[in-house]
């Protein structure tokens, strides 16, 4: 059973900031908030994950609220090779480190 | 470039064959996945292995498919016999106990499997 609650599509323009919510209330206190994205036809691709700090690396942000029930997955400036349906994804640290993967977003970057 | 290998990437079979698909994880990677994904269902873990052991099946439709890992850079996904609404692109996945720092997992490319 997914544990997280993602809107199903949202647009963004190129060069702008995307911001993908994910609902993620009952995720334990040894649970990480992962992120994947999938782009048409390959397999997912790991963006980024957190614990209750928010993280950053060179594909986007993470932002995790203080109550740990929601985050943001930040993408600065979109292109269009960002089209894909992104996953977020809670996961045990230790021990059943399963990735279910739910519906995920579908983020259409367009020019 | 370290990667993972799905072969073949497309499988077109009959009805009642066995289908063999192979995954060469990440030289390294001690945990092993594999998924299976079609439009209805989204992606489905079907198995994943940790040392080359077992850890979840419970995905998988035991009476008609198996998982194994012969050694540590191949694990398998057997259909026998195979059915049409096993058609799906099957993915593999490895990567790194969660004891470690970095335990994201990398997917290979994914086996197109048709069955008519």
């Known amino acids: 059973d997914a544990k997280t609650t993602q809107p199903p599509s949202m647009d963004c323009a190129e060069g702008r900031a995307a911001n993908l919510p994910c609902n993620h209330s009952?995720?334990?206190?040894?649970?990480?908030v992962y992120w994947y994205r999938q782009i048409h036809s390959q397999g997912p691709q790991y963006i980024i994950h957190?614990?209750?700090n928010n993280e950053t690396n060179e594909m986007a942000s993470l932002i995790i609220t203080e109550d740990r029930k929601s985050s943001t997955l930040i993408l600065p400036h979109a292109t269009l090779r960002d089209t894909a349906v992104y996953y977020c994804?809670?996961?045990?640290?230790?021990?059943?480190?399963?990735?279910?993967f739910g519906t995920g977003t579908r983020l259409q970057v367009f020019p | 470039d370290a990667r993972v290998t799905q072969t073949p990437r497309h499988k077109v079979t009959e009805m009642g064959q066995e289908v063999t698909m192979r995954c060469q994880p990440i030289?390294?990677?001690?945990?092993v996945f594999w998924y299976r994904q079609t439009m209805m269902q989204g992606l489905e873990l079907l198995a994943y292995?940790?040392?080359?052991?077992?850890?979840?099946d419970s995905g998988m439709p035991k009476d008609r498919f198996s998982a194994e890992m012969p050694d540590a850079t191949l694990a398998t996904l057997k259909i026998q016999p195979s059915e049409p609404r096993d058609s799906a692109v099957y993915f593999c996945?490895?990567?790194?106990?969660?004891?470690?720092?970095?335990?994201?997992?990398?997917f290979g490319q994914g086996t197109r499997l048709t069955v008519v």
């Open positions: 996945a490895s990567g790194l106990s969660p004891d470690r720092r970095d335990t994201e997992a990398f």
């Open positions: 009952t995720i334990s206190g040894n649970e990480y």
């Open positions: 957190g614990l209750k």
């Open positions: 994804i809670v996961r045990a640290r230790l021990g059943g480190d399963k990735l279910i």
């Open positions: 030289l390294g990677h001690n945990t």
């Open positions: 292995f940790r040392n080359r052991a077992p850890l979840d």
